[in-house]
Nanobody
Framework: QVQLVESGGGLVQPGGSLRLACAAS????????MGWYRQAPGKQREPVAT???????NYPDSVKGRFTISRDDAKNTLYLQMNSLKPEETAVYYC???????????????WGRGTQVTVSS
């Protein structure tokens, strides 16, 4: 069994910062690509940042220069540093990871349950 657990969400004022974390645990051999996604009420889930096993990152234009994704493979943890947050970025933020699971030795896609980020004064 594999779990992704997000933390670090909360209420922040416009222009403020938050750092999200996502810890992976369970029976897996390795973690491949990882990413953060968000879903606002009434909208589709959208990518926020992705990172490969080699550390290559990708961001949509809307967050470039303000968000930074990173990973600590020794701790099986993914991070998202968010700066200069805007009210329209209020959403549930989800962690995603592709892991090689132990029982099948094949890659599978997993999602966390999400953490709420609210940007409001």
């Amino acid at each position: 069994q594999v779990q992704l657990v997000e933390s670090g969400g909360g209420l922040v004022q416009p222009g403020g910062s938050l750092r999200l974390a996502c810890a992976a645990s369970g029976s897996f051999i390795s973690i491949n690509d990882m990413g953060w996604y968000r879903q606002a009420p009434g909208k589709q889930r959208e990518p926020v940042a992705t990172i490969t096993t080699g550390g290559s990152t990708n961001y949509p234009d809307s967050v470039k220069g303000r968000f930074t994704i990173s990973r600590d493979d020794a701790k099986n943890t993914l991070y998202l540093q968010m700066n200069s947050l805007k009210p329209e970025e209020t959403a549930v933020y989800y962690c995603n990871a592709r892991l090689v699971v132990r029982w099948s030795r094949s890659e599978a896609n997993y999602w966390g349950r999400g953490t709420q980020v609210t940007v409001s004064s």
